[in-house]
C-alpha cells in the first residue's frame, strides 16, 4: 500500500501526460514545428526560425524561445507570434509586433524587456557575446536573444460580501 502511494505521487498523473500532448500538437499545428523531444512536462521542437523552442507544460504553460542571433531575422518574431495564438489565443500580429519592440529596447537598454498583447505576456532580453567569452562559453555560441512566452490572466478582484467600502473584516 506505501509502495503505491509513493510511487503514484512520484509519476505525474495521466491526464497531466495527456493535457501535454494536446498542447504540444496544438503547438505543432500553430507553428508548423516539429517535435524534436518530450520528457514529463517538457517538450523541445524543432523549428527553423529559432535555434531553441521549447514547451514546459506545467502551470502556467510557457514557451522559451532562443536565438543565437543578437538580431535574430524576422522569421524568429513571426514564430513568436504564432506560438502566442496557440498558447494564449492572442492576435499572432499584436504579439510579433510586441516581441520585435521588447527586444528592440532591450537592445538599447541592456536590460530584460516585459510587456503584454492580449492574453499573452512576453519577456525578451539579448545578452552580449562578451558574457559568453567570460563564461569561457566562445566556441559553444549560447542563445544571445532569448524570449518566455507565458499566458497572461487578469487579477480578479471580489467584493466582499456583506461590507460596506471602508469595512474590514475581522
Same mark, same amino acid.
Do not use: N, Y
Given at each position: 500500500?506505501?509502495?503505491?502511494?509513493?510511487?503514484?505521487?512520484?509519476?505525474?498523473?495521466?491526464?497531466?501526460?495527456? !493535457? *501535454?500532448?494536446?498542447?504540444?500538437?496544438?503547438?505543432?499545428?500553430?507553428? &508548423?514545428?516539429?517535435?524534436? &523531444?518530450?520528457?514529463?512536462?517538457?517538450?523541445?521542437?524543432?523549428?527553423?526560425?529559432?535555434?531553441?523552442?521549447?514547451?514546459? *507544460?506545467?502551470?502556467?504553460?510557457?514557451?522559451?524561445? #532562443?536565438?543565437?542571433?543578437?538580431?535574430?531575422?524576422?522569421?524568429?518574431?513571426?514564430?513568436? &507570434?504564432?506560438?502566442?495564438?496557440?498558447?494564449? /489565443?492572442? %492576435?499572432? /500580429?499584436?504579439?510579433?509586433?510586441?516581441?520585435?519592440?521588447?527586444?528592440?529596447?532591450?537592445?538599447?537598454?541592456?536590460?530584460?524587456?516585459? /510587456?503584454?498583447?492580449?492574453?499573452?505576456?512576453?519577456? *525578451?532580453?539579448?545578452?552580449?557575446?562578451?558574457?559568453?567569452?567570460?563564461?569561457?562559453?566562445?566556441?559553444?555560441?549560447?542563445?544571445?536573444?532569448? *524570449?518566455?512566452?507565458? @499566458?497572461?490572466? %487578469?487579477?480578479?478582484? @471580489? @467584493?466582499? !460580501?456583506?461590507?460596506? #467600502? #471602508?469595512?474590514?473584516?475581522?
Amino acid at each position: 500500500m506505501l509502495t503505491a502511494i509513493a510511487l503514484s505521487a512520484a509519476a505525474p498523473p495521466a491526464w497531466a501526460a495527456d !493535457a *501535454c500532448d494536446r498542447l504540444t500538437a496544438r503547438m505543432i499545428r500553430a507553428t &508548423g514545428a516539429s517535435l524534436a &523531444g518530450r520528457e514529463a512536462s517538457f517538450a523541445v521542437f524543432r523549428a527553423a526560425d529559432a535555434d531553441r523552442m521549447s514547451l514546459d *507544460c506545467r502551470t502556467p504553460a510557457r514557451m522559451a524561445f #532562443g536565438s543565437r542571433d543578437r538580431e535574430p531575422a524576422g522569421a524568429f518574431f513571426v514564430l513568436i &507570434g504564432l506560438a502566442a495564438e496557440g498558447l494564449t /489565443g492572442a %492576435k499572432a /500580429g499584436a504579439v510579433e509586433t510586441l516581441a520585435r519592440d521588447l527586444h528592440r529596447d532591450s537592445l538599447l537598454t541592456g536590460l530584460p524587456q516585459t /510587456g503584454r498583447a492580449g492574453h499573452a505576456a512576453l519577456r *525578451c532580453e539579448v545578452s552580449g557575446q562578451g558574457l559568453a567569452d567570460a563564461l569561457g562559453l566562445g566556441g559553444a555560441s549560447p542563445d544571445l536573444t532569448r *524570449c518566455l512566452l507565458v @499566458r497572461h490572466r %487578469k487579477t480578479v478582484l @471580489r @467584493r466582499r !460580501a456583506g461590507l460596506f #467600502g #471602508g469595512a474590514q473584516a475581522g
